[in-house]
C-alpha cells in the first residue's frame, strides 16, 4: 500500500481492489451488527468516499499505518531489521505485480496489432503499432528495474554473508533470491518470442535496440545469479585442505535437459586481477584471468542439479593451495595485508551463445605460518566490517568512526564467546583510552573519534610491544576458551582500567574484588581486591594475570576458591555464593591413594591462606599415584605496599621479588646421589619467575627475608620426602612423562599489570 501514488493506472486499479475488498468485508460486519445502525451508517459514508476519491483514502491509511509502526519502533527497537526486511518483500511484490500488469498490457497490444494485420485494418495499424512500441518500451523499462533491484539485492546478501564471518546474523537461504532470479527470467522468455513474432510480420516495426536490450540484460542476470554460497576460509593457509561450495539460481531454467553439466575451475587471484573483472576487456576470458595465479588441486568440479530442492550448485571438496605466488606490495603493507581471492569460472552455453559466469570470493589472505594468523585475522576483520556493499576489490576507507568500531568488536567478541552477555558503554570507554593511547580522553569525546587502521593492528600500543587488536584478540581467545560461563553470568567485569578499578573498589570492605582483563599483557585475567588494616584505611591489590595455561592447570572458579583473601565479589555477593556452582567437587577415592592438589595462594599473605592441602583431587590418575604435593603460589600483581586507597595512580609500581612470599627449593641432589631420581625441569630459585611449582624435599626451605629467617624442616617431613622420593624413583616412564604435561607454565616475566 506504500507504493501507490495515484501517478500510475495499476496503482489505480491495485488502490480500487484494496478498497473494494476492505468495503466487502465492512459490509459483510454491518450486516452481522443488528441494530448497530451507528456503524451501518458509517460504512455507508466510507464506502462513499472510496468511490469519489479511493487514493485520498489510500494515503490515509499510509499516514495511520506509519504512525502506528513508529510508536512500534520506539518501544522495539529491535523489530526494526524484521520490519525493513517486511517492507523490502512488499515492495518487491509490488514491482513484480506491475511489471506483469505491464506485460498483460503488452500482450493485449500485440495481439490486436496482429489481428488488425489479419483483417487488413490498414488504418489502424499505425497507431497500434506505436501503442506496441510504448508499452513494449515501458515493459523493458521496467524489467530493467525490476533487475537492477534484484540485484542490488543479490549484493545486499553478499555483503551480509560477508558480515557473518565477524559474527553478524545471516540467513543464508537463496531460495527468495532464486525465486526472484526466475520471474525476471521468465520476463524475458515471454518479451524475446513476442519481440521475434512482430518482427516477422515486419522488421521496422521493431527497434533493434529492442533485442541489444534483452540479450544485455539476460547476460547480466545469467552472470549475477552465480554465487559462493559457502566460502573458502578467508585466512588460508597453505598446504593445507579447505572446502567451499558454489550456487547457479538459473540452473534449473538454464541447466535442464542437457548432455554433460559444464565444468567448473578455482583458482586463487591477486587483487589486481580481481580489479581487472571490473573492467573486463574483449579478449578476456578464463585463460587470461588465470594469468599469475597460484594454482589450486582438487580446483575442479561439475554442475549437479538437486530436483527435490530445484537448486544447481558445486561442491570443491579438499581444495589445497600448495604456495603462493606474492604480488609487489604497496608501501609498508606486509604479507598479511595482502588480499587475494579465490575465483570460479565455467562457460554456460544457452540459445547459441557463450556465458562466461565467475564468482569472486570474499577477500582471502594466504599464510604459510601459524604466527601469521593473527594479523591476517586483523585484516579480515576490518575489510568484512567496513568494505562498502558494491567496491572495487579490495578497497576499504583507512579511517573509520570508532561507533561502528564498537559495533565490530561487540560483534566479534559475543560470537567467537559463544555468548549473549554484550560489552557495555565504559568497556567501550576503556578500549577507546586504550586504542587511542589518552587515558583522559572523556565518555563523551570517544564517541566522536576516528580510528585508523594502523591504531587498530599496525603501530603497538602505548608502552607496550603489541598491538590493540593482538591484545584484543587474546582476551576473546582465553575467554572462548575458559571463561565462556563466567562471563555470560556477569562475574567478570572485564574491560577497565586499573584506575577505574580502584575508583570502584575504595569505598568497599576487605575482601572485596573484581575480575578484569589485563591490559599489559596478551590473554590474561587479573584480580583486583581490598585489604584493609585494622585502623580502617586500605590498599588495593592485583593478582599477577592468570594466562590461558594456567586456567588449563587450575580453573578460574578453583583459584577464586583457594584466594582466602576474596570474600565478596563486587555488587554481585558472597564469594561462595556466586562461584559455588565453578568449585570443583572433591569425592574421597577408592584406589588407596593419597589425592594431590595444585592450591593457589598470594606470596606474602600466608597468614590469610589455608595450609598446603593435600585434601584436593589431582589432575589424573597417574600424578596421584606421585604422591607428592604440588604447590602453586601467585605473587600480588601491585607494589610491595599495594596500592594505597587514600591515592589514586595510574602508575602502578611493579611487583618486586623482595615481598615476602613462600618459596619452596628443588632437594640437594647430593643427598641421593646413590639413588638418582627423575627431576622435572621446574624454575630455580634464581629464575625471575614469580610462579613456584616444585616438589619439596629433605632441604626444602621456608624463607622470608623481611624476618631474615631460615627453618629446616622436622624430621616427621624428612621422613615423608624420604617416602616421596623412593616412590619417584619407581616411576614408569610414561608417569614421568605424564607428570612433565601437567607441570604448570611459567607466567612471563613482565610483572605489571
Not at 587471484?269 to 576487456?281: G, R
Not at 593457589?600 to 600424578?623: A, C, F, H, R, Y
Request: aromatic residues 10%.
Amino acid at each position: 500500500m506504500g507504493h501507490l501514488t495515484g501517478a500510475d493506472p495499476f496503482c489505480n486499479e491495485m488502490a480500487n481492489t484494496v478498497l473494494t475488498k476492505l468495503v466487502e468485508e465492512l459490509e459483510k460486519g454491518a450486516n452481522g451488527s443488528g441494530s448497530d445502525s451507528h456503524f451501518v451508517q458509517w460504512v455507508e459514508g466510507f464506502k462513499i468516499a472510496v468511490q469519489r476519491d479511493p487514493m485520498n483514502i489510500i494515503q490515509s491509511f499510509k499516514a495511520i499505518c506509519k504512525g502506528e509502526m513508529d510508536i512500534v519502533l520506539k518501544q522495539f527497537p529491535q523489530l526494526s531489521t524484521t520490519i525493513t526486511s517486511r517492507q523490502e518483500e512488499v515492495k518487491y511484490n509490488f514491482k513484480s505485480n506491475q511489471m506483469q500488469h505491464k506485460l498483460k498490457q503488452t500482450s493485449v497490444a500485440q495481439q490486436t496489432l496482429k489481428l488488425a494485420v489479419k483483417t487488413l485494418q490498414y488504418q489502424e495499424l499505425s497507431n497500434l503499432q506505436k501503442k506496441w512500441i510504448f508499452l513494449t518500451e515501458e515493459s523493458l523499462a521496467q524489467l530493467s528495474a525490476l533487475q537492477e533491484y534484484t540485484v542490488k539485492r543479490i549484493n545486499i546478501w553478499r555483503k551480509q554473508q560477508q558480515m557473518a564471518a565477524n559474527g553478524a546474523y545471516f540467513d543464508e537461504n537463496l531460495l527468495p533470491l532464486q525465486e526472484r532470479v526466475e520471474f525476471i527470467f521468465g520476463i524475458y522468455s515471454e518479451l524475446h518470442p513476442m519481440m521475434l513474432e512482430i518482427k516477422t510480420i515486419d522488421e521496422r516495426w521493431v527497434p533493434q535496440d529492442f533485442f541489444s536490450k534483452i540479450d544485455t540484460g539476460l547476460s547480466a542476470l545469467v552472470k549475477s545469479s552465480f554465487l559462493v554460497d559457502k566460502q573458502p576460509p578467508q585466512v588460508l593457509k597453505t598446504q593445507t585442505k579447505f572446502h567451499a561450495s558454489v550456487s547457479f539460481l538459473l540452473g534449473s531454467k538454464i541447466l535442464t535437459g542437457i548432455n554433460k553439466m559444464p565444468m567448473i575451475r578455482a583458482f586463487i587471484i591477486t587483487e589486481k586481477k580481481a580489479q581487472e573483472l571490473f573492467v573486463p576487456s574483449a579478449s578476456s576470458n578464463i585463460e587470461s584471468q588465470n594469468e599469475g595465479a597460484s594454482e589450486i588441486e582438487n580446483g575442479r568440479s561439475l554442475f549437479e542439479f538437486n530436483q527435490a530442492t530445484r537448486t544447481c550448485g558445486a561442491v570443491f571438496k579438499n581444495m589445497l593451495l600448495k604456495k603462493i605466488k606474492r604480488c609487489e606490495r604497496k608501501g609498508s603493507e606486509s604479507v598479511t595485508e595482502e588480499k587475494c581471492a579465490i575465483l570460479f569460472s565455467a562457460d554456460i552455453h544457452f540459445r547459441g551463445s557463450i556465458y562466461t559466469i565467475q564468482a569472486l570470493s570474499l577477500p582471502v589472505v594466504v599464510i604459510v605460518h601459524g604466527n601469521q594468523d593473527n594479523n591476517a585475522k586483523a585484516t579480515i576483520l576490518w575489510d568484512n566490517a567496513f568494505s562498502e556493499t558494491v567496491r572495487r576489490p579490495f578497497y576499504v576507507e583507512e579511517k573509520v568512526p570508532w561507533i561502528r568500531m564498537c559495533k565490530t568488536l561487540k560483534m566479534k567478541f559475543m560470537s567467537e564467546v559463544g555468548t549473549k552477555q554484550e560489552l557495555t558503554a565504559d568497556h567501550f570507554w576503556f578500549l577507546a583510552q586504550k586504542i587511542f593511547g589518552d587515558n583522559c580522553l572523556s565518555f563523551d569525546d570517544q564517541k566522536e573519534r576516528m580510528v585508523s587502521w594502523t591504531q587498530f593492528n599496525k603501530e603497538p600500543l602505548r608502552e607496550r610491544n603489541f598491538t590493540f587488536w593482538q591484545w584484543f584478540d587474546g582476551v576473546v581467545d582465553l575467554t572462548k576458551k575458559y571463561l565462556k560461563e563466567y562471563w555470560s553470568d556477569g562475574l567478570i567485569m572485564g574491560f577497565v582500567s586499573k584506575l577505574y578499578v580502584h575508583k570502584l573498589l575504595c569505598g568497599e570492605p576487605s575482601g572485596t574484588f573484581l575480575l578484569r582483563f589485563s591490559d599489559s599483557e596478551i590473554g590474561g585475567i587479573t584480580i583486583a581486591y581490598v585489604v584493609r588494616g585494622e585502623d580502617g584505611t586500605g590498599q588495593i591489590q592485583n593478582i599477577q594475570p592468570f594466562s590461558a595455561k594456567d586456567l588449563q592447570i587450575l580453573s578460574l572458579g578453583d583459584r577464586v576458591e583457594n584466594l582466602k583473601q576474596l570474600t565478596y565479589l563486587y555488587k554481585k555477593g558472597r564469594k561462595d555464593d556466586v562461584f559455588d556452582k565453578y568449585y570443583k567437587k572433591h569425592s574421597d577415592p577408592n584406589n588407596g591413594y593419597k589425592r594431590t592438589a595444585i592450591v593457589v595462594k598470594v606470596l606474602g599473605e600466608e597468614d590469610n591462606q589455608t595450609p598446603w592441602s593435600d585434601s584436593m583431587e589431582g589432575i589424573d590418575s597417574q600424578q596421584r599415584s606421585i604422591g607428592h604435593n604440588m604447590h602453586y603460589a601467585s605473587p600480588t600483581y601491585a607494589s610491595p605496599v599495594g596500592s594505597p586507597i587514600s591515592h589514586i595512580s595510574t602508575q602502578q609500581q611493579v611487583f618486586s621479588p623482595n615481598t615476602s612470599m613462600v618459596m619452596p627449593t628443588l632437594m640437594d641432589p647430593t643427598l641421593f646421589s646413590h639413588n638418582p631420581t627423575y627431576t622435572p625441569s621446574y624454575p630455580s630459585l634464581e629464575s625471575s619467575s614469580p610462579l613456584w611449582i616444585q616438589h619439596y624435599g629433605a632441604e626444602t626451605q621456608i624463607f622470608n627475608p623481611a624476618e631474615g629467617l631460615h627453618r629446616t624442616p622436622d624430621i616427621s617431613e624428612i621422613l615423608e620426602i624420604l617416602e616421596n622420593e623412593s616412590n619417584m624413583s619407581t616411576m614408569s616412564q610414561s608417569n614421568q612423562a605424564s607428570l612433565n604435561d601437567h607441570v604448570p607454565m611459567q607466567e612471563d616475566s613482565s610483572w605489571t599489570n
